[in-house]
């Protein structure tokens, strides 16, 4: 499960059984424009109108124009099982995953970033745009920054 919050009128949560719960300052309402089933794990989003989910299998992304899932081809994660997604803004986006996998999104596409672990990474945290760690299976902590 994932809780995401823009302001206290604006959050999001997902979880299991591809539950998205939208808040808009008074109630929960569920999100289904998704038009995906799949278990949700992690959510975050650069602004109101640039949300992520990552979860079993897949990656969305929500935009003006609504969810759409995001084509993974070419990379290590087509399949993968992904835990947390995170990112400094919408041109610079990350998921971790099973097996150490992290993928970056550069506003292009995504792309595989070098694998440092083979541990299951479970969650993401970014400082800024160029200082991010995460944390994974038996104490793994990974921190990377950018010149």
């Given at each position: 499960?994932?809780?995401?919050?823009?302001?206290?009128?604006?959050?999001?949560?997902?979880?299991?059984?591809?539950?998205?719960?939208?808040w808009?300052?008074?109630?929960?309402?569920?999100?289904?424009s998704?038009?995906?089933?799949?278990?949700?794990?992690?959510?975050?989003?650069?602004?109101a109108?640039?949300?992520?989910?990552?979860?079993?299998?897949?990656?969305?992304?929500?935009?003006?124009?609504?969810?759409t899932?995001?084509?993974?081809?070419?990379?290590?994660?087509?399949?993968?099982?992904?835990?947390?997604?995170?990112?400094?803004?919408?041109?610079?986006?990350?998921?971790?995953?099973?097996?150490?996998?992290?993928?970056?999104?550069?506003?292009?596409?995504?792309?595989?970033?070098?694998?440092?672990?083979?541990?299951?990474?479970?969650?993401?945290?970014?400082?800024?745009?160029?200082?991010?760690?995460?944390?994974?299976?038996?104490?793994?902590?990974?921190?990377?920054?950018?010149?």
């Open positions: 499960m994932g809780v995401w919050a823009q302001s206290a009128s604006d959050a999001w949560v997902v979880g299991w059984n591809t539950t998205i719960l939208h808009d300052g008074s109630k929960w309402a569920p999100d289904t998704s038009g995906v089933t799949a278990n949700f794990s992690s959510i975050w989003g650069s602004g109108q640039d949300i992520w989910i990552a979860g079993k299998g897949m990656v969305l992304r929500k935009d003006p124009f609504g969810w899932a995001q084509d993974l081809t070419g990379t290590q994660g087509l399949f993968n099982d992904w835990s947390a997604v995170g990112g400094s803004g919408p041109l610079d986006v990350w998921v971790v995953g099973d097996g150490g996998l992290m993928l970056h999104y550069d506003g292009k596409g995504w792309k595989d970033f070098p694998k440092v672990s083979s541990m299951n990474l479970y969650g993401l945290r970014f400082v800024g745009p160029t200082d991010a760690w995460a944390v994974g299976q038996s104490g793994t902590l990974l921190h990377h920054t950018v010149p």
